[in-house]
């Protein structure tokens, strides 16, 4: 059964610092990976969509790798913004189903 | 504007009550999910569709019950709730393929709580 993890579970910063999100997976067996991105007591937006054969993914100030074969993936946000502050989810895709595993999530505290 | 829909966003109920928790896509996506969400923890996937009567049970086991007689819509049934069925339930939809392969859309959530 594929575990996700996310570490560190919360994290502050003041505005303008650079933001790094760890996410590591058991089964590097994987379709794909996602990041998400969800505000209190709202759904969540999908930000970046890895395939397994991707090595990064890249939106603007946001940039996702993929280490598949040491089952990790990380989400750097550049030049961070009060705006930014949110929960990140990672979610990978299994290779044999349809469906995701989710990670607990970061939830991100950009202070102005 | 295509989205996904979900009402009601919050209910409070009593034990016993009957519940449907509603979700309706105007994308067209043949594949739905339920997922369930308790604070801090994972989403935890607890039914899918990948088209009209076709119905799934996640990895979480759940007391809920799930149908799809039309490909927009996807509603969630509790006959009986109870506390323990206190959580936030999101909806989620994507078009083709497998379930990461396309993004998924997620509904704003329905918080639910049991007293």
């Known amino acids: 059964k594929q575990e996700v993890t996310q570490i560190p579970a919360a994290l502050s910063v003041p505005e303008g610092e650079n933001l790094v999100l760890n996410c590591s997976f058991t089964?590097?067996?994987?379709?794909?990976l996602q990041w998400f991105r969800q505000d209190p007591g709202k759904g969540l937006t999908s930000l970046l969509l890895?395939?397994?054969?991707?090595r990064e993914q890249t939106s603007g100030r946001l940039n996702a790798s993929l280490d598949k074969s040491s089952g990790r993936s990380t989400l750097y946000i550049a030049a961070s913004q009060p705006g930014d502050s949110a929960t990140y989810l990672c979610?990978?895709?299994?290779?044999?189903?349809?469906?995701?595993?989710f990670g607990a999530g970061t939830t991100v505290t950009v202070r102005a | 504007e295509a989205d996904i829909y979900q009402t009601p966003r919050y209910l409070v109920i009593g034990t016993g009550k009957k519940i449907t928790l509603e979700c309706s896509q105007t994308?067209?996506?043949?594949?739905m999910y339920w997922y369930q969400q308790d604070p801090g923890m994972e989403l935890h996937l607890i039914h899918y569709?990948?088209?009209?009567?076709?119905?799934e049970k996640g990895d979480l086991s759940s007391e809920s019950t799930v149908s799809r007689i039309r490909t927009e819509h996807f509603p969630l049934t509790l006959e009986s709730a109870r506390p323990s069925h206190t959580s936030q339930y999101l909806c989620?939809?994507?078009?083709?393929?497998?379930?990461?392969?396309?993004?998924?859309?997620f509904g704003a959530g329905s918080r639910l709580t049991v007293l």
């Open positions: 989620a939809s994507s078009d083709g393929g497998r379930a990461g392969a396309n993004v998924l859309t």
């Open positions: 089964d590097s067996a994987i379709y794909n």
């Open positions: 890895i395939q397994s054969s991707q």
């Open positions: 979610a990978v895709g299994g290779s044999n189903d349809y469906k995701l595993s």
């Open positions: 994308m067209g996506h043949d594949k």
């Open positions: 569709s990948y088209g009209v009567n076709s119905t």
